[in-house]
Each structure stands twice: as structure tokens, then as C-alpha cells.
């Protein structure tokens, strides 16, 4: 158990709906950032959040969308969901700046049929 | 883009050291550089780091050139369980997210 918890760990939806990925940072943690990797892609950056507030923004879809709460956990959601979505989303917690901080959730694996 | 090249994959036997290389020429002197490694469909894990002296822990080596434009991750003997993606990363500056490249893709065989 890495301390990063997400959830669901799968999930299977249809084209055009709308989904959410919920993401607990471990403890102390200030940033989560959230990445998507699919089959034929590496790990690819999506967003950062620092302590509630948008950091850093990668190669973010707009049909995509993501926030931090006051009690840090983040929640990513995707809508309009099309086949090419399908893939393994993963969050990760650190302590800003600390780039050997970073830890990382097992991720949600999302299916898109 | 990544700033790192990795061959796309390697074998080792097991037991054995795996030495992965990684060339970073266009690193600046005050940037580390860190290892990750990506076990099939887990989370990324965090091996090591270094700036210009060798570093060691229970994981790794890591072997950085006097002009630190490369480097190598070693794991001195290598189980089935080291099988995984290892990514060489060269930060962009100290405040934007790590940014993983394609890496290098291990094998270790019985």
C-alpha cells in the first residue's frame, strides 16, 4: 500500500457519459497530479493541484476536469467519454518541489465501450 | 519532450547486474536526475536520484559521468521481480510535474 488511494480500481461506461475518479493523497501530501496512460501512449502528464489550487496543466482535454478539496483529496472527471478514453488513469501525492517525493495510487482502469 | 534517451529496451539475466543507461546532455548543472520504474500496470515507483556524485541505496546505484551527461541506474543482481519500465528523468525546472519519456523497457529472464 503506497498511501495514495483511488478509486474506483475499474471501470466500465459508455460512449458519451460522464464518469468521476476519486483520488486520496497520503498523508502530509500537499499535491496530487493526475496522469493517463494509454496502450499506445506512455505516462502522460494531465494536471497538478497544490493545497486546493490548480498548479500545472499538461495534455488536458477539455471534456476534462479535476479538483483538490479543502481536505485534499482530488477528483478528476471526464465527460463525453469517447473509445479513445479508455485507459489507466493514475494520481499521485507529493510534497511540492520534491520530485523523488512523488507516489503513486494503482490507478483506475477505465473502459470506455 | 523529454530531454533523456534510453534504448527502448534491454535483457539481463538474473542475478546479474542490469546497467541501464541514460544520456542527459542537455542537463543543467544545478538539475538532479531521477529514476523511476514502472511495474506492468502498477504506479510508478520511485528509485533513486542523483546531481553529480554517485548515489547508492537499498534499491539502486546510480553512476553519473564527471560531465553529467549521462548516467546509469545499476541493480546489482537482478530478480524476475526488477522486470519493468525504467525511466530516466531530467525535470524541467524545480516547480513543473515530472514528465516521463518512453524508458527503458528491462527484462530479466530466468
Known amino acids: 500500500d503506497s498511501g495514495v488511494t483511488q478509486t474506483p480500481k475499474h471501470l466500465i461506461t459508455a460512449t458519451g457519459q460522464r464518469v468521476t475518479l476519486r483520488c486520496s493523497p497520503r498523508?502530509?501530501?500537499?499535491?496530487v497530479y493526475w496522469y493517463q496512460q494509454s496502450l499506445d501512449q506512455g505516462l502522460q502528464f494531465l494536471i497538478q493541484?497544490?493545497?486546493?489550487?490548480?498548479?500545472a496543466k499538461g495534455n488536458i482535454l477539455e471534456r476534462f476536469s479535476a479538483q483538490q478539496f479543502p481536505d485534499l483529496h482530488s477528483e478528476l472527471n471526464l465527460s463525453s467519454l469517447e473509445l479513445g478514453d479508455s485507459a489507466l488513469y493514475f494520481c499521485?501525492?507529493?510534497?511540492?518541489?520534491?520530485?523523488?517525493?512523488?507516489?503513486f495510487g494503482s490507478g483506475t482502469r477505465l473502459t470506455v465501450v | 519532450d523529454a530531454k533523456t534517451t534510453q534504448p527502448p529496451s534491454m535483457d539481463c539475466a538474473e542475478g546479474r547486474a542490469a546497467n541501464l543507461p541514460c544520456n542527459h546532455s542537455?542537463?543543467?548543472?544545478?538539475?538532479?536526475m531521477y529514476w523511476y520504474r514502472q511495474i506492468h500496470s502498477q504506479g510508478p515507483q520511485y528509485i533513486i536520484h542523483?546531481?553529480?556524485n554517485n548515489e547508492t541505496n537499498e534499491m539502486a546505484s546510480l553512476i553519473i559521468t564527471e560531465d553529467r551527461k549521462s548516467s546509469t541506474l545499476i541493480l546489482p543482481h537482478a530478480t524476475l521481480r526488477d522486470t519493468a519500465v525504467y525511466y530516466c528523468?531530467?525535470?524541467?525546472?524545480?516547480?513543473?510535474?515530472?514528465?516521463f519519456g518512453k524508458g527503458t523497457r528491462l527484462s530479466v529472464i530466468a
Open positions: 499521485a501525492s507529493s510534497v511540492a518541489g520534491q520530485y523523488y517525493g512523488y507516489t
Open positions: 498523508s502530509g501530501d500537499l499535491s
Open positions: 493541484y497544490y493545497n486546493g489550487e490548480e498548479r
Open positions: 542537455t542537463i543543467s548543472g544545478n538539475e538532479y
Open positions: 542523483g546531481l553529480k
Open positions: 528523468i531530467d525535470p524541467f525546472s524545480g516547480n513543473t510535474p515530472l514528465v
